[in-house]
């Protein structure tokens, strides 16, 4: 069983990378797949989540208008399309997975992590 983040990079402000959350060992179709960012000396934080019927996904307010969270179920992999990056964007960039979180940011309650994909947003 594995959750791996993957397509972080370095970008110049303004531009845009797609985030990969692929699982493998079990299908993210049963699992609230969520989001989270950590920046250099700052928490954790979640910044996107999608339910398992992919309706009403979250954001926060952070990211709200420039990230979009979706579903690919064939490739059992959620992606995070980031656009309009900025350098408060850098960060370590994490995907988790769980079974019912009772809310998209409570950490403790994701089941499987991914181990986290750099993003670097500089000129």
């Known amino acids: 069983v594995q959750l791996q983040a993957s397509g972080g990079g370095l970008v110049q402000p303004g531009g845009s990378l797609r985030l990969s959350c692929a699982a493998s060992?079990?299908?993210?179709?049963?699992?609230?797949v969520g989001w989270f960012r950590q920046a250099p000396g700052k928490k954790r934080e979640g910044i996107s989540g999608?339910?398992?019927?992919?309706?009403?996904?979250f954001y926060a307010d952070s990211v709200k208008g420039r990230f979009t969270i979706s579903r690919d179920s064939a490739k059992n992999t959620v992606y995070l399309q980031m656009n309009s990056l900025k350098p408060d964007d850098t960060a370590v960039y994490y995907c988790?997975?769980?079974?019912?979180?009772?809310?998209?940011?409570?950490?403790?309650?994701?089941?499987?992590w991914g181990q986290g994909t750099l993003v670097t947003v500089s000129s």
């Open positions: 999608i339910s398992r019927s992919g309706g009403s996904p």
């Open positions: 060992g079990f299908s993210l179709d049963y699992y609230t």
């Open positions: 988790a997975a769980g079974s019912s979180p009772s809310g998209y940011t409570f950490e403790d309650e994701y089941d499987y």
